[in-house]
């Protein structure tokens, strides 16, 4: 774990998990692997926001090739801690993904329940192929039998923030993840 000035975190961020360094090797070796298997092929990004745009603005830049990238909005129903399942589109994607190789690129996969309803909904447009790449994926908790191809951090079972990710839209601006403290949010 990367060394930070605790006198520079959050009062509510009890610990650091994952430093900058460690999230840019870890998406840049996604960046490596999509490049790879995509090599000649044009590749759709659909980014679902908000958590995962900053995953995505690092991403995109580690992947050399044809690259489009749009977005997706979701709310999942629940409280501000936990998802419910129930998911319903916010924004929808501009263009269509009918033949297309397409990536959804998530912040953390967490129960699953968001992802398996991004993928049953797109897989419904027939897109060519369709894989997934999480920057985060929280060790013991899928629900969903979810086949995810590019897994940036396995997480420890604990409400992060930082990096996009967000506790009542706030701390998405932390550089780095950090865990936030159950006292922040447990009431
Ligand atoms: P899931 O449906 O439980 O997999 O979670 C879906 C979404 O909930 C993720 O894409 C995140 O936006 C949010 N989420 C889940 N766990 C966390 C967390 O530890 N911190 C911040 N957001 C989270
Ligand atoms: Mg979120």
Same mark, same amino acid.
């Given at each position: ?84 399942? &129930? $998911?319903?589109?916010?924004? @929808?994607? /501009?263009? %269509? ?5 397409? #990536?959804?690129?998530? =912040? ?51 409400? &992060? $923030?930082?990096?996009?990710? @967000?506790? /009542?839209? %706030? ?5 780095? #993840?950090?865990?936030? =403290? ?6």
């Amino acid at each position: 774990m990367q060394e930070v000035d605790k006198t520079t975190l959050p009062l509510e961020v009890s610990k650091v998990i994952f430093g900058e360094d460690e999230i840019q090797e870890a998406v840049k070796r996604i960046g490596e692997q999509i490049t790879q298997d995509y090599a000649g092929q044009k590749v759709l990004l659909v980014t679902v926001l908000k958590g995962a745009f900053i995953f995505m603005a690092d991403l995109v830049r580690a992947i050399k090739g044809d690259v489009e990238i749009d977005f997706m909005a979701v709310s999942s129903y629940g409280d501000g801690s936990k998802s419910s399942g &129930v $998911v319903r589109i916010i924004k @929808d994607l /501009n263009a %269509s993904v009918e033949g297309r190789h397409v #990536i959804i690129v998530e =912040d953390i996969l967490d129960s699953g329940l968001t992802l398996t309803y991004l993928l049953r909904n797109l897989k419904s447009r027939k897109p060519l192929s369709i894989e997934v790449a999480t920057l985060l994926f929280k060790e013991g908790k899928q629900q969903a039998n979810i086949r995810c191809k590019y897994i940036g951090l396995m997480c420890p079972d604990e409400f &992060v $923030v930082g990096y996009g990710l @967000d506790y /009542n839209e %706030s701390y998405r601006n932390l550089p780095y #993840i950090g865990a936030l =403290d159950a006292s922040a949010y447990e009431q």
